[in-house]
């Protein structure tokens, strides 16, 4: 199934940059209009009518001509893979690295669902696949996806760890013999690396159970939730072994943390938030409530939360809830409506890209200007909210 064709995404920032929230039209050329609109309004509004067809002379021009030229964005699409994980980033300059591939089987699904998200950013390859894990919703889609599309690199955590469990296991080999091949470079990261992606900077904070040691720049402050926390129970499965990243572009944090579980949440955050504060939370492990802890959520204080959730497949109540509370939080998005948290507890319908009944394989879309300022476009209602650069 391809993705609906999309609507070219507005521009952000200057200079049409509006409140934090603000929501627009995406229809081709309308937020252009809209702005000019308002601005013919104010500027024109008291001309006396003699004056009318000066102004509309002196604006008209102007609307016939092409926007001026944007700053340098970047896209990150957020494809339904049906609760698994698939975020294609792609830079100004083409440049391209895809987290995780989705789900095996399916007839080629998710493989096609990233095709085409490649294809609507304009790419014809992907530079880099990093795969967080080897879990079947993670891993389980990188050879129908390297049958369909060029891949420069594959960036990783390393072993499997994970090898008494048949399916993870089957997916591990599966993605050794991709690599055996030959094709591809492969990058094995270890936390504090800063990976070779030109365009956004991306750091491994958590790679096959290790975490940074230190503080990063500006981080280190100490944590009030860990008084609140307990150490959590050891995950045994390769969860914890998640390769995490923060990506890094102008201004603009983003935190993607693979499905990595709550006790390597509690190392990484107590007593001292090493990581500091972001502006778009990519919620870990689905929305699972094996992850996603306070500890982890209110101390990064997300401006935005993007849930990569399934119908039946994270989404928990508790782990929305504690998203929902966040003291900074300006947005939750998800992917689906989650049927196990109910109306309570699920995002309102504007934020959800497939509302419960309703599985059209529809996508959300972050594009960010290097100041700060981003929007997220939602491919089911045609709807962008606009937010503004961080103060
Ligand atoms: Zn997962």
Redesign the pocket.
């Known amino acids: 199934m391809s993705l609906k064709t999309l609507h070219e995404i507005i521009p952000v920032g200057k200079p049409h940059a509006v409140p934090a929230g603000t929501r627009t039209s995406n229809s081709k050329g309308s937020f252009l209009a809209w702005s000019w609109s308002q601005w013919f309004s104010s500027f024109c509004h008291q001309c006396a009518l003699p004056l009318a067809l000066f102004c509309a002379l002196s604006v008209l021009p102007t609307l016939a001509q092409p926007p001026a030229k944007l700053a340098k964005s970047l896209q990150i699409y957020f494809i339904d893979v049906e609760?698994?994980?698939a975020t294609l980033f792609v830079t100004q300059e083409g440049q391209s690295l895809l987290i995780d591939t989705g789900w095996p089987g399916n007839n080629n699904r998710d493989a096609d669902r990233i095709v085409a998200a490649a294809h609507d950013a304009g790419i014809n390859k992907i530079d880099f696949v990093l795969i967080t894990?080897y879990?079947d919703?993670?891993v389980g889609g990188a050879p129908q996806l390297a049958a369909k599309i060029p891949i420069g690199t594959f960036i990783d955590h390393g072993e499997n760890r994970e090898t008494s469990d048949t399916i993870t296991q089957k997916d591990w080999l599966g993605y050794k013999q991709l690599l055996a091949t030959g094709k591809y470079k492969r990058i094995i990261a270890k936390p504090g690396d800063i990976l070779p992606i030109r365009g956004i900077r991306v750091e491994a904070i958590s790679s096959d159970g290790a975490l940074i040691e230190k503080a990063l720049p500006r981080a280190g402050q100490s944590n009030p939730a860990c008084a609140n926390s307990a150490p959590p129970l050891a995950d045994k499965t390769e969860?914890p072994r998640s390769l995490g990243t923060l990506i890094t572009f102008g201004k603009l944090k983003i935190l993607d943390l693979?499905?990595l579980t709550a006790e390597k949440e509690h190392e990484l955050m107590c007593p001292l938030n090493k990581i500091g504060t972001v502006d778009i939370y990519i919620a870990s492990?689905?929305g699972?409530n094996q992850s996603g802890s306070a500890v982890l959520v209110h101390a990064v204080t997300p401006r935005v939360a993007i849930v990569d959730n399934g119908a039946r497949k994270?989404g928990s109540p508790s782990a929305l809830d504690i998203i929902r509370s966040s003291p900074n939080l300006a947005a939750l998005w998800q992917l689906h409506f989650s049927e196990d948290a109910g109306p309570a507890h699920n995002t309102a319908a504007e934020f959800i890209a497939n509302p419960s009944g309703l599985d059209a394989a529809d996508y959300l879309k972050l594009t960010a200007n290097p100041d700060g300022a981003f929007a997220i476009f939602n491919s089911r209602t045609k709807q962008s909210q606009n937010y503004a650069a961080a103060k």
Do not use: C
Request: aromatic letters at 8%; zero cysteines.
């Open positions: 609760g698994g994980q894990h879990h919703d993670h969860n693979g499905d492990h689905h699972f994270g």
